[in-house]
């Protein structure tokens, strides 16, 4: 066994000891407190540079090499979601409604023993690592941006950007890459139905919303099977139709959520010129109108070809080339997108889900749980990647 991977085996205990404490302190975006508190003491503790409140919760942590080089960027993000936790495990959310159903805090401690790692061997590195714990992935406008903003690819200027997720979707152990496009665009829209309210007995002195919105939904998915090319994928989604509080009134209004999925930039500034045309055409036809309101959400996240390469040579050497696997692209949405744009880099899926031991469900399920044996894994990864490019 190599000296790294040894190194990070005698810090399992620690890494898994630390995602449960997060675990149990669920913080919603951008509301992180205990969690960057948390972060900043440990990487103080390492003697690495730290720099708190970045993006409001986030914090940078900064390992110089011995000699000068390039920096490398490691990303985690470290927030928590609105759900409320349904495991009966010793480590269960004592948030109420808060849950980390995306393994965040999983991605939280593996970087944060990775650091611990990597500031051992800092004469060894020629360059810098640059550690980022990003808040509130989850929730766009997340914070990446916000970091960028506040200046964290600056000073020293980051050359390179690695990332990783848990996913559930994959067998423990394997990691999942591809190059070009990993992630979609993650766009949403907002549509007001106005109709005229009344009796439900004399329609004929109504508009009714209702009906409105429920041709407005089936009439939306057209832009998917008539108005895009069929090699272009895309997903139009209505995840929220609320109108009306009783059986027998025709009501005031409608309102529609929903979002828009696709994987290339281009294709996406055509959508809400689609959206609004239907949408305001269907209301228009029933004596209706509507208001369409569009926002452009996280762009698709894209791997650079060469650092993809470079991450599946360290996969190749960390998990074994059985247990490397190129993966479809996925319609979600990432926001670790934003860093790489400004660099080249390459972000992978860390595969997490163990049948026998039923950590098999959804991310985002409130019975998510993951695999705890592949956190070791993914603090290996982090540390060879930064190492590797710094040698
Ligand atoms: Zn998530
Ligand atoms: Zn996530």
Redo the contacts with the bound molecule.
């Keep these: 066994m190599d000296r790294i991977k040894e190194e990070v085996l005698s810090l399992k205990d620690e890494v898994i000891s630390i995602r449960r404490d997060i675990h149990k302190h669920p913080e919603l975006g951008f509301h992180e407190v205990r969690t960057s508190k948390l972060i900043e003491n440990y990487l103080k503790d390492c003697g690495i540079e730290v720099k708190g409140n970045v993006a409001k919760t986030g914090v940078v942590g900064l390992i110089r090499g011995k000699e000068e080089g390039e920096t490398v960027m490691l990303r985690a993000d470290i927030d928590a979601?609105p759900i409320e936790e349904m495991n009966n495990v010793s480590y269960k959310s004592v948030n109420k409604g808060l849950m980390h159903?995306?393994?965040?805090d999983g991605h939280t401690a593996m970087l944060m023993v990775a650091a611990k790692i990597l500031s051992r061997h800092r004469d060894e590195l020629k360059g810098n690592v640059k550690l980022i714990f990003q808040p509130s992935?989850?929730k766009d406008p997340g914070g990446a941006i916000k970091m960028i903003e506040e200046g964290v690819m600056e000073n020293p200027k980051v050359d390179k950007a690695f990332g990783m997720h848990l996913g559930n979707m994959i067998p423990a152990g394997i990691i999942g890459i591809k190059d070009g496009v990993l992630t979609a665009e993650a766009d949403r829209f907002k549509i007001v139905i106005k109709g005229k309210g009344g009796h439900g007995a004399y329609p004929h002195t109504s508009v009714d919303p209702v009906v409105i919105a429920s041709e407005t939904v089936i009439a939306l998915q057209t832009i998917v099977s008539r108005e895009v090319n069929p090699i272009d994928p895309i997903v139009l989604t209505i995840g929220k139709i609320q109108s009306g509080d009783v059986f027998n009134v025709i009501p005031e209004n409608a309102e529609l959520l929903g979002t828009v999925r696709t994987l290339n930039k281009k294709l996406a500034q055509t959508i809400p010129e689609k959206i609004k045309r239907i949408s305001e055409n269907v209301a228009k036809a029933f004596r209706g109108s509507a208001e369409v309101e569009y926002h452009f959400g996280y762009p698709p996240l894209i791997n650079d070809e060469k650092e993809t390469k470079y991450v599946i040579k360290i996969a190749e050497d960390v998990v074994g080339k059985e247990h490397v696997l190129n993966v479809p692209v996925s319609m979600?949405g990432e926001d670790m997108a934003y860093f790489l744009e400004k660099v080249p880099g390459a972000f992978f899926w860390l595969g997490s889900m163990n049948k026998e031991k039923g950590l098999d469900k959804p991310?985002?399920s409130a019975y998510f749980d993951f695999d705890e044996d592949v956190l070791p894994i993914g603090a290996e990864m982090h540390v060879k990647i930064a190492m590797g490019v710094l040698k």
């Design positions: 979601l159903a995306c393994g965040h992935e989850e979600g991310h985002h």
